[in-house]
Structure formats: C-alpha cells, structure tokens
C-alpha cells in the first residue's frame, strides 16, 4: 500500500464493513481501514479469502471479524448487517465493493448473464445499503461509499451489464444521499476507471497485448491499481467530507476524458 497521508489513527473506535473484502479493491480498503484504526466487517461469499483478509489484519494488531454472505440473498444480507452491528454495536462506514463483470458484446449476453452481473453490482448493492443504512439512519449517523466505475456514466461497449448496474449504483447513491441526509448519513461513490486486479485481469483482459493497449490509452499512462482506490475511501471516510454527499469520485488517470470507444477498440 502506498503512504497515506492521513493520520495513523484517524479511525480509532470506528467499525467499517466491506462487501467484497476478500479481494482486489475491497481487500485494499479493508487493510488500509485496519492500519487506521477500524475494525473491519469483511463480507463475501468466499470464505477461505476472507479469513486470509483478517488473519492479515490480525497479524497487522487490526481488529476484523469474517462474515461469509452472498450479497444477492436479501435473508443472509440481513442476517450479516445483524451480526456486524451488534460485534462493535454499530457500524460507522459501510464500502459496497463486491461485484461482477465478464466481456461479451451485449447480443451475446443471455438473460443468467445479464442476472447474475446485475444481481450482484445492483440488487446486492442496495440489499447491503437499505440493511445497514436503516440502522445508521435510526442511530443518526454514518457513511456509505459505493464502489461504481466510470463505466456507468458513459457507453460501456462489450460490458453492459455492468455498465447499466454501476449507472444504477451511482444514481442510488445520490438518491440515498438525498433521502438520508436529514438523519446525518453520507452516500456516495467513488469511480475507477480499468483497474488491475487478479480478477479483472482474469475476467476482462487477460491478454498482456490488451492490457498493455488499454494502459497506453489512459492519459496518466497506466491501469489503476486497488491502492489507487484506497485514498479516495480513506478521504470519504474522513472528517474532511462531513460537508459531501451524492458524490461521485473519478479515479481513472483520465481516461474518462477520452473517447468511450476507445475501451472498445482496445479490446
């Protein structure tokens, strides 16, 4: 992880939950959660993973309790946001990270595809929110980060089951940022662009040639990586964004700034 500017203990007695923790982006947050003093829910269908996560923070002096649950069952969801509540008494940061994607133009996705994407970026997303939003908005405080892409502001060429469910994330986290804001609870998303992760790399462009083409295309010169993504988290986290709400956060080395069909192309 790369230095971080903020205060080593600027977290200290706060909780944070993270969907998708076992992994890339989310495993990221969740160290760099840890190593600023919040004990870390991590929640995701793999277990092995998860306890991998926390046995990191474990071993860091980080505190980090496992939560197996598969976002798209709203049953589990709620019987995890119980359980991660009641560890610590609350949860102070909920960072929706897990999600789902594969490559196939949009006639070639078929209806599990499209469901299976979809179930996991969107409905899971709002599942998690409503289930630890409600108790933040009783409690009358908390934060709430969603995880999108810029791939849901713009055409998403040969992804658009996940560009449709990222552009209903980041519209659900101004919606909630709207509906939430009179009981002192935030919501907003941070926006990577491609980003190198072992699953992305596997999933999306797993050619060297095709990751190599993408990087060049972006202005800064490269992929963003997981650590890119942690700043961004850590800020919202912060009491410097007391004052921000229904944000979006680009975090693409501006790649949003050229043409969309450029992803396409590289592809």
Not at 150 to 177: C, R
Request: proline share 5%; charged share 15%; net charge negative.
């Amino acid at each position: 992880m790369h230095e971080s500017p903020f205060r080593p203990d600027f977290l200290q007695g706060q909780v944070a939950l993270v969907t998708g923790g076992g992994t890339g982006i989310g495993k990221a947050c969740a160290l760099a959660l840890a190593a600023h003093g919040a004990a870390v829910v991590l929640a995701s269908r793999n277990e092995e993973k998860l306890a991998a996560v926390a046995a990191e923070i474990h071993a860091r002096g980080g505190e980090a309790l496992a939560l197996p649950c598969d976002i798209k069952d709203p049953g589990q969801v709620e019987s995890m946001a119980e359980a991660a509540w009641a560890w610590r008494g609350g949860v102070d940061l909920l960072l929706n990270n897990a999600g789902a994607n594969f490559l196939a133009p949009a006639l070639g996705i078929s209806a599990n595809g499209w469901r299976a994407v979809v179930d996991v970026v969107l409905n899971g997303t709002f599942y998690v929110s409503r289930a630890i939003g409600s108790r933040m908005v009783d409690r009358g405080r908390g934060r709430i980060v969603m995880m999108a892409a810029t791939n849901g502001e713009n055409g998403s060429p040969l992804m658009a089951h996940s560009g449709a469910a990222k552009a209903g994330v980041i519209n659900l986290a101004q919606t909630l940022a709207v509906e939430w804001a009179a009981s002192g609870v935030t919501v907003n998303a941070v926006c990577p662009g491609p980003v190198a992760t072992e699953g992305a790399n596997q999933q999306l462009w797993a050619d060297p040639a095709t990751m190599e083409r993408i990087g060049k295309r972006v202005p800064l010169g490269r992929f963003a990586t997981p650590d890119d993504c942690v700043g961004p988290v850590l800020f919202l986290a912060s009491g410097a964004a007391s004052f921000v709400t229904g944000a979006s956060l680009v975090v693409d080395g501006g790649d949003r700034l050229r043409n969309p069909a450029a992803l396409f192309e590289a592809l």
